[in-house]
């Protein structure tokens, strides 16, 4: 995102407030005067001074300073202006061209590893800007041994290699070996092992583009050929959160989405491939664990968060607002909003309409409570908005019986037992009219636990168990199953590097067809390889 205040801006305030005097430079005796504070400035230079993540940590900086917004601006959004390893900025006493000098050099070099790890957040202002900074302080900084034609240099470089004032690129790809050990095909109980070893890929290449510094626009791109290992039974349990529909490889824009504030409001434009995860305050997964739809989290959709979250998505507006220690989340997603046919469209089609509240315990704990009311003509009920099963049994996603109108309620809550380890827990349930004739019931739960930064900083060790959406017994639809299917789920993140991570997993799966098609217990085993940028 872009700053509010400009980098220009915020440099003349803050140098103003510490009382920094653009004058011509000295005389000799003046020079001699400052050989303390140069000596300052050289372990100033050299990075010696700590550097201050938050302008609270600033002892004699305070909110009712005048250029407090300033200082923020350059301690927090640019982080390139330290303070003293006392804490302090040293307000009370006049800053010299030395130190501010030596500022400046600190905020180009931040600014110039931005636009090299792919930030877009400096403006042409700024950088018109930096070349006005470097011409008026040009003496100081041949004085603390830059080279100026080298400082004009990077400013040129920078200019020369932003990707974009405004778009931010990032991508994430996933490479993947999995197999399935057990009977998960619909053979009369044939107990064999019905799938071969897969090695399969997604890659996703997002762009954020900022307007106004406040709004995001998401446009993100997405191919791979990663199928989910149990289709033959249907619905989508064991469903992996890099999983797809499609195994072509075909480049798709699979998610184009509005942010913007409305007052106290954040709101939600989705034109494509939206989801009520997308503004809803939080999914209350384990931490760790709720990466909804990537791939540095749990492996399935199922551990990932409560299924209530997969019905429905597509086209439509999200409302959150923040209300101190409650988030008040409401929106409306379309199935098929772009199709002019009969029993389509924004309203006349497949929809999800969602209502949440959460509410924030104290540091430690969380917890929501939800309402979803949707309506589905064809295909699957916890799908996204897809058309494919993401999450439940094959009969938990209607048994394709016709046109379902269903009044979901779910409950999920998170604590934190300490830093590094996580608990998270949903219940969901799910009273679906068939508009034909009968009711089913649907039902889900599950548990989980993680523990940050195990063996080393950035990797995840998650555990889950959880059931899957199933249909109970007691609807008013026959069905054959009887069975309630349970999956344990394991997996390990180890973080290679800032870019690279590799998880391995188990998912353990029971009764994957709720006993129906007379499958067996299945094992998945998982090797995830992602790469981020």
Same mark, same amino acid.
């Given at each position: ?13 803050? +140098?103003?407030?510490? @009382?920094? %005097?653009?004058? #011509? ?8 005067? !400052? ?25 004699? &900086? ?28 040293? @307000? ?50 041949? #004085? ?40 998960? &095909? ?37 191919? @791979?050929?990663?199928? %989910? ?13 890099? !999983? ?7 480049? &798709? ?45 749990? *492996?399935?959709? *199922? ?5 209530? /979250? ?16 409650? $988030? ?16 389509? @469209?924004?309203?006349? =089609? ?48 209607? *048994? ?9 309620? =779910? ?19 799910? $009273?679906?009219?068939?508009? +034909? ?7 889900? /739960? ?12 950035? !990797? ?74």
């Amino acid at each position: 995102m872009k700053t509010s205040l400009s980098l220009w801006k915020s440099l003349s305030i803050a +140098s103003a407030a510490v @009382g920094v %005097s653009v004058a #011509t430079a000295g005389t000799a005796q003046a020079q001699a005067n !400052n050989s303390e504070l140069l000596n300052q400035i050289n372990t100033y230079s050299q990075g010696d001074i700590a550097q201050v993540n938050s302008v609270f940590q600033l002892s004699d &900086v305070s909110p009712s300073d005048w250029a407090f917004d300033a200082l923020r601006n350059l301690v927090e959004n640019y982080n390139c202006i330290v303070g003293y390893p006392d804490g302090t900025y040293r @307000g009370s006493r006049p800053l010299s061209r030395y130190e501010f000098a030596a500022g400046l050099n600190a905020c180009l070099q931040q600014i110039e590893r931005m636009i090299q790890s792919g930030g877009s957040e400096v403006t042409p202002e700024d950088l018109a800007a930096l070349r006005r900074l470097i011409n008026e302080f040009e003496a100081e900084l041949a #004085t603390l041994g830059a080279r100026v034609d080298d400082l004009e240099g990077r400013v040129e470089f920078l200019e020369d290699h932003q990707f974009s004032t405004t778009t931010k690129l990032s991508g994430e790809v996933v490479f993947a070996i999995q197999d399935s050990f057990g009977d998960t &095909v619909s053979d009369g109980g044939v107990d064999e092992d019905d799938t071969a070893t897969t090695f399969s890929d997604r890659v996703r290449l997002t762009l954020e583009t900022s307007f106004t510094g406040k709004d995001t626009l998401i446009t993100r791109l997405t191919a @791979g050929n990663s199928a %989910s290992l149990t289709p033959e039974i249907g619905g989508g349990v064991g469903f992996q959160t890099f !999983n797809l529909d499609t195994d072509g490889n075909d480049v &798709v824009i699979d998610w184009l989405a509005y942010y913007f504030p409305l007052r106290r409001a954040n709101v939600y434009l989705a034109a494509f491939g939206g989801l009520h995860s997308d503004y809803t305050s939080t999914t209350f997964g384990a931490n760790g664990l709720e990466d909804f739809t990537g791939a540095s989290g749990s *492996l399935t959709q *199922l551990a990932a968060s409560s299924p209530i /979250y997969t019905i429905g998505g597509g086209s439509g507006l999200g409302f959150n607002m923040p209300l101190g220690p409650v $988030d008040i989340s409401l929106g409306y997603l379309a199935d098929e909003a772009s199709s002019s046919a009969e029993g389509d @469209g924004l309203f006349n =089609g497949e929809y999800g309409a969602l209502a949440q509240i959460a509410f924030n315990l104290g540091e430690r704990a969380e917890l929501g409570v939800t309402y979803v009311n949707s309506y589905h003509d064809s295909g699957a009920i916890f799908d996204f908005g897809g058309g494919a099963a993401v999450n439940g049994t094959f009969a938990a996603n209607g *048994l394709s019986v016709g046109d379902l109108e269903a009044n979901t309620y =779910g409950v999920q809550g998170k604590f934190s037992l300490t830093d590094k380890i996580d608990i998270a827990a949903y219940g969901m349930y799910s $009273d679906i009219n068939v508009i +034909s004739g009968g009711d089913l019931d649907v039902y889900s /739960y599950g548990l989980g636990v993680s523990f940050s930064d195990l063996g080393k900083e950035g !990797n995840v060790l998650g555990l889950f168990a959880g059931v899957p959406p199933y249909l109970d017994g007691s609807g008013q639809v026959a069905f054959d199953g009887d069975e309630t299917p349970i999956q344990v789920e394991g997996f390990y993140k180890y973080q290679l590097n800032d870019g690279i991570s590799i998880t391995p997993g188990l998912i353990w799966l029971s009764n994957p067809g709720e006993g129906a098609y007379g499958e067996e217990d299945a094992l998945i085993g998982t090797l995830r390889t992602t790469f981020t940028f």
